[in-house]
């Protein structure tokens, strides 16, 4: 008995490792946009734990309609590295707006709230 009880402490032991090794990533996962190149469309939420959710919008060349809800309670904004691509400033809890932004080329188009430093998100456009 003595020994099969260390046998069974050994397997619980594997899956706590294997936990601790996958929590490195700090995105929110990631949300491809629907509809015609031209009329794409997404959801990006802002949260109180300070993160875009999803932090990755996968999207065609084109033109994206953004509706960006702040769906808590702590106020945020989203604002793009590339000013020309637009941003939407200070959007108070339960509150949402839209960022119609054009994609004219290829790239990662990184975007951050200006209130919370590590707050971050990105448009990857094929
Ligand atoms: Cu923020």
Known sequence: ??????????????????????SGSTGTGS????????AQTATVEMRNDLKYH??????????VTLTVSNTESV???????DPSLGKITNLDGK???????????AGTFRFACTIHPGMTGEVVVR
């Open 1 to 22: 008995m003595k020994h099969l009880r260390l046998t069974s402490r050994a397997l619980l032991a594997v899956p706590l490792v294997l936990v601790s090794c996958s």
């Open 31 to 38: 949300v491809t946009t629907v509809g015609p190149a031209a």
């Open 54 to 63: 999803p932090s990755t919008v996968k999207a065609r060349v084109g033109k």
């Open 75 to 81: 106020p945020h904004d989203l604002v793009f590295d």
């Open 95 to 105: 509150e949402s707006k839209l960022l119609v932004v054009t994609f004219a080329q």
